[in-house]
């Protein structure tokens, strides 16, 4: 008897709390968030607790469930753009972006972001690990095994997994990492097509017009043309 009637007590102070906020919605409770339930109040969203509390201000254009896009975030949206909040309320990644990915999508433990400048990360605290500033990012392990392709005005480069500019973005193209020689990537930039090693140093210069898998028509060796012809080049970058 005492157990109900301190339910029902729960249950009218639950019920006299959401009354005096006056909701236009209120979601299932758990179904974004364990404990929590989704309002709607003058066409924004929040977040009310099982007391009735109100955890999120209805402020929120948007809000995704908790989990989706980081493990213990929901992505919201307002005026300003894309951020994250914690299951506490605060905002851990102020609304600012125009875009951002999952986090693992494209790095293990960050999420791509984009804004005004371009396309960065942020790291799973919600900092910004990469500035948005490039056109384009491709996903870390696709062209070298721990670096990612990017894109600017420039041209093409490679930054590692801490974020920095390992191969400044110079070049027209840059092929895969072992597709043509076990440890360099072919390049191609105004002058001509060259190779870049695992390091992202330059070990062939770029100057020829033609490069041909290493290993093609010499166990060791690579086809190269220039204006002069045919000739090749070593596994060590030299003409022989």
Do not use: C
């Not at 070049?171 to 930039?189: C, Q």
């Not at 330059?202 to 166990?219: S, T």
């Amino acid at each position: 008897m005492k157990n109900l009637l301190l339910i029902l007590s729960l249950l009218l102070l639950t019920i006299s709390t959401i009354g005096q906020n006056s909701y236009e919605e209120i979601g299932i409770y758990g179904d974004y968030h364990p404990g929590l339930a989704l309002v709607m109040k003058n066409g924004l969203y929040g977040f009310i607790n099982t007391s009735g509390k109100e955890i999120v201000q209805p402020k929120y254009k948007r809000i995704e469930k908790f989990g989706e896009n980081h493990p213990y975030w929901a992505l919201v949206m307002n005026d300003e753009g894309l951020g994250f909040i914690n299951s506490s309320g605060k905002e851990i990644v102020q609304p600012k972006y125009k875009r951002i990915e999952k986090f693992g999508e494209n790095h293990p433990a960050w999420a791509l972001v984009m804004n005004d400048e371009g396309l960065g990360f942020i790291n799973s605290s919600g900092k910004e690990i990469v500035q948005p500033k490039y056109k384009r990012i491709e996903k870390f392990g696709e062209n070298h095994p721990a670096w990612a392709l990017v894109m600017n005005d420039e041209g093409l480069g490679f930054i590692n997994s801490s974020g920095k500019e390992i191969v400044q973005p110079k070049y027209k193209r840059i092929e895969k990492f072992g597709k043509n020689h076990p440890d360099w990537a072919l390049v191609m930039d105004d002058e001509g097509l060259g190779f870049i090693n695992s390091s992202g140093k330059e070990i062939v210069q770029p100057k020829y017009k033609r490069i041909e898998k290493f290993g093609k028509n010499h166990p060791d060796w690579a086809i190269v043309m220039n204006d002069e012809g045919l000739g090749f080049i070593n596994s060590s970058g030299k003409e022989i």
